[in-house]
């Protein structure tokens, strides 16, 4: 079965430093996906990275990257130049790309990110 | 702005009632996700329709039912509610079914259920 950990219940980033949140998983599928949302206060969820098990560079977004390392399951996301907007829930997020499956994602417990000015 | 829309934002309702949670996904996109978030439990899928058919099912109960409408709109019904019920429900869309691609899933802002 699909896992993801993430062992970060909260942290704090000084304004304009950058910032990584962890994220471990664990499958024994060859050929997934990995996904990192954003939840602020207001609640949505807005989608922020992706990387596919077989990318052999790790994904950047703007300020997001991903810190991808696949013999020891692990996909960090590394947050640039923090600004106080960031502050929100951070949740890490995994599917199987089989062409038999569906979109099921599976999501960690979340990090809570507070930006200090 | 997701494209995803969900309504109501929030919804208070009494042990034993029957609710409706309804999702318009994004245009053009023909599958619908419903995932639950409560604090005990966190983010868990719930069900998957596909341009009207169920196409995965999660850890949803037997008091929990879901359909897709041919205008790919979306509801969720609630049943003989319980407290533990009470979380944040979320709608998500995407174009395909999933299988074999890396397409980002699209959520809506949630509807908060509050069972008292």
């Known amino acids: 079965a699909q896992k993801i950990t993430q062992t970060q219940p909260g942290m704090f980033v000084q304004e304009k430093e950058a910032v990584t949140l962890d994220c471990t998983y664990d499958?024994?599928?060859?050929?997934?996906?990995l996904f990192w949302y954003k939840q602020p206060s207001s609640g949505e969820m807005i989608f922020l990275i992706y990387?596919?098990?077989?990318?052999?560079q790790n994904a950047t977004e703007g300020r997001y990257s991903l810190n991808f390392q696949k013999a020891r399951k692990s996909a960090n996301l590394v947050i640039s130049a923090s600004q106080l907007g960031d502050s929100a829930m951070y949740f890490c997020?995994?599917?199987?790309?089989?062409?038999?499956?569906?979109?099921?994602?599976?999501f960690g417990s979340g990090t809570r990110l507070l930006v200090r000015p | 702005d997701s494209g995803v829309t969900q309504t109501p934002k929030h919804l208070i309702t009494a042990t034993g009632q029957r609710v409706t949670l309804r999702c318009s996904p994004r245009?053009?996109?023909?599958?619908v996700y419903w995932y639950q978030q409560s604090l005990d439990q966190g983010l868990q899928f719930l069900i998957q329709?596909?341009?009207?058919?169920?196409?995965a099912k999660g850890n949803i109960l037997e008091r929990f039912s879901a359909q897709q409408f041919p205008d790919l709109h979306s509801e969720l019904n609630l049943s003989s509610l319980e407290l533990g019920d009470s979380a944040l429900y979320f709608c998500?869309?995407?174009?395909?079914?999933?299988?074999?691609?890396?397409?980002?899933?699209?959520f809506g802002s949630g509807t908060q259920l509050s069972v008292l």
């Open positions: 990387q596919g098990s077989y990318d052999e």
């Open positions: 997020a995994m599917r199987d790309l089989r062409m038999d499956s569906s979109y099921k994602l599976i």
């Open positions: 329709y596909y341009n009207g058919e169920e196409r």
């Open positions: 499958t024994s599928d060859q050929s997934y996906g």
């Open positions: 998500a869309s995407s174009a395909e079914a999933g299988a074999g691609t890396n397409e980002k899933l699209f």
């Open positions: 245009s053009g996109d023909l599958s």
